[in-house]
């Protein structure tokens, strides 16, 4: 079947500008992550949606990001006014159900650069 | 503070030859360590798990060691192969918190197994 989709796949925007990440999770999971990974690190935790209960947003790096999940299911994770330091892979992940146990699934990554 | 550390940051191994990753926590409250394999242009997918109650679990030529005293765990590739040749990730979890579900994961080994 099919797995978490990402959109775009590499992002270049100049500083100061906005971006959109897109992220399909697989059908009828109900959680929901994002992450960063910079180069030579490891994958840095940014928010988590699971069903209609809020989202843990205590891993987003300043009030420039942002992440939605429109109707249970597609996701967007938006950065304002990019800067250099947001260049990096950012990854969602989906999984059937909360819980540390539950497999986590990962889409290949939208890749931005910030010029 | 880094609560999970993973060396050696990249490990070069014959085929054939033992592939051998380390990594350790600090924080005595996790109890789930996964390990996530990554290839290039790829997001990464879970390879094997384990919990503290065990010391050691194998899944083919994968296996995990847990030293819960020493707070170590690592990732035993046995007859390693140059399709092994990825990023591995390991992580750690606190089942039993509300934020059960996030992972800390350690800055990743970029593993090469030369044919």
């Known amino acids: 079947g099919a797995g978490v989709s990402q959109s775009p796949r590499y992002k270049v925007a100049k500083r100061g500008q906005d971006v959109a990440l897109r992220c399909d999770p697989i059908?009828?999971?109900?959680?929901l992550y994002w992450y960063r990974q910079s180069l030579g690190q490891g994958l840095e935790f940014l928010i988590y949606?699971?069903?209609?209960?809020?989202?843990?947003k205590s891993g987003l790096p300043s009030d420039r990001f942002s992440a939605e999940r429109t109707g249970g299911s597609v996701s967007t994770l938006t950065i304002q006014r990019t800067q250099q330091e947001d260049s990096a892979v950012y990854l969602c992940?989906?999984?059937?159900?909360?819980?540390?146990?539950?497999?986590?699934?990962f889409g290949p990554g939208t890749r931005l650069l910030v010029l | 503070q880094q609560q999970v550390k993973q060396s050696p940051q990249s490990l070069i191994v014959q085929k054939g030859g033992i592939s051998i990753i380390n990594c350790a926590y600090e924080?005595?409250?996790?109890?789930?360590f996964p390990w996530y394999q990554q290839f290039p242009g790829k997001g990464p997918a879970l390879l094997i798990a384990?919990?503290?109650?065990?010391s050691e679990k194998k899944e083919g030529r994968f296996t995990i060691s847990f030293n819960k005293s020493a707070k170590q765990f690592s990732l035993h590739i046995m007859d390693s192969q140059p399709g092994d040749s990825a990023t591995y990730f390991c992580?750690?979890?606190?089942?039993?918190?509300?934020?059960?579900?996030?992972?800390?994961f350690g800055k990743g080994t970029l593993l090469t197994v030369n044919p």
């Open positions: 992940a989906s999984s059937a159900r909360a819980g540390g146990l539950e497999t986590q699934y």
């Open positions: 992580a750690a979890s606190y089942l039993g918190g509300g934020s059960n579900y996030k992972l800390t």
């Open positions: 924080n005595t409250a996790f109890d789930y």
């Open positions: 059908s009828g999971h109900t959680a």
């Open positions: 384990i919990r503290p109650d065990v």
């Open positions: 949606f699971q069903g209609n209960s809020a989202p843990d």
